[in-house]
């Protein structure tokens, strides 16, 4: 698998998982979370080819991406005036939730 390969299949895992544990509670519509998915991936693909990040793994993105997906929901949350307190501050506790991550170990296999 190509790099780009493994960026689009790590952030639509990962996204996936974050949407359907945390976005239903927002309620969004279809186009306000197509909206989402492409705001985060912007920032995303962005973000994986700053200068130094082609040689870091892929999986190792998975807690930056949950970042930036936890700031661009919890904008959006406000947004539309509905408080996200269901979405822990620490995206680390965001992948333990989502079952993505034990302990320090990343559970999300190798691409």
């Given amino acids: ?4 390969e493994q960026i ?3 952030f639509s895992k990962t996204i996936g998982v ?3 544990a945390f976005l239903g509670r927002l309620q969004l519509s279809e186009e306000e ?3 989402f998915e492409e705001r985060v991936f912007s920032w995303f693909d962005r973000f994986t080819r700053r200068p130094g990040n082609e040689q ?5 993105f998975q807690i930056p991406l ?3 997906a936890c700031s661009v929901a919890r904008d959006l949350g406000q ?3 509905v408080t996200v307190a269901f979405l822990p501050s620490d995206p680390k506790d ?3 939730q989502l079952g993505l991550l034990e302990g320090s170990e990343t559970v999300v296999p190798e691409l």
Avoid at 56 to 60: G, N
């Fill in 66 to 68: 949950l970042s930036g």
């Fill in 8 to 10: 689009e299949f790590l």
């Fill in 79 to 81: 947004s539309k005036g």
């Fill in 33 to 35: 979370t197509v909206a």
């Fill in 18 to 20: 974050f949407e359907g």
């Fill in 94 to 96: 965001v992948a333990r």
């Fill in 56 to 60: 870091v793994p892929v999986e190792r």
């Fill in 1 to 4: 698998m190509i790099r780009d």
